[in-house]
């Protein structure tokens, strides 16, 4: 069975451009989030989406949005980048119903700002 | 602000011997705590999990304890096998069955098993 895949794997960017990440879950997963994760850091959490609704936002600003498509993928956006939108971007599946019980994350988007 | 703290950055363990990971937690209104290994270059990989209502759970060689009281928790690995050399990143929610939950982790600890 494939797992929660995201492309591209890495990424470089200029500062001030924008940025999609897409993310496929795990089949029969209907929630999807998303995680930042900075060196040296945890992942931080940014969106979790649940049957194409946003469902959960952490705290970051409004130049992040995403969505989730009616198969359940998912693509992370980022508007105007700054250099410190340099991070691994986590995808993360789940079961509908149980939120965030055993998450099972991709192998991530190494995103590089220059 | 950190919410969930794993305070020792590494840990280094024989062979054999028993691993013992830290992790405290600040908000009382968490009630589910979940470990994750992570190896370079992959995202997170789920360990193991623990509710609330229990004090222990059990997976193999995995075992996690909670300790409400003390807002405490831990992961035991016995016997530790080189393998198990990862990044182990210490997570918390609240509510599981609501789907707009989010997972705070902490800064991960650093495991180095040498044989």
């Known amino acids: 069975d494939a797992g929660v895949t995201q492309s591209p794997t890495h990424l470089i960017k200029t500062r001030g451009q924008q940025v999609t990440l897409r993310c496929s879950p795990i089949?029969?997963?209907?929630?999807v989030s998303w995680y930042q994760q900075v060196l040296g850091q945890g992942p931080q959490f940014i969106f979790q989406y649940y049957e194409k609704e946003e469902r959960g936002r952490g705290n970051f600003p409004d130049r992040f949005s995403a969505r989730q498509f009616p198969n359940y993928s998912s693509e992370l956006n980022v508007n105007a980048l700054l250099l410190g939108d340099s991070a691994l971007y986590l995808c993360a599946s789940s079961v509908a119903g149980t939120g965030v019980t055993e998450a099972f994350f991709g192998q991530g988007t190494r995103l590089t700002v220059v | 602000d950190q919410q969930v703290k794993q305070n020792s950055p590494s840990l280094s363990v024989q062979e054999g011997r028993i691993s013992i990971l830290n992790c405290d937690y600040t908000n009382s209104m968490f009630d589910y705590f979940l470990w994750y290994k992570k190896y370079p270059a992959e995202g997170p990989t789920f360990l193991i999990s623990?509710?609330?209502?229990?004090d222990k759970n059990e997976d193999g060689r995995f075992t996690v304890f909670l300790n409400k009281s003390a807002k405490h928790l831990s992961l035991h690995i016995v016997p530790s096998q080189p393998g198990d050399s990862a990044v182990y990143f210490c997570a918390a929610s609240n509510l599981p069955n609501q789907a707009g939950t989010a997972l705070i982790f902490g800064k991960g600890t650093t495991l180095s098993v040498s044989s």
């Open positions: 089949s029969g997963h209907k929630s």
């Open positions: 623990i509710s609330s209502i229990k």
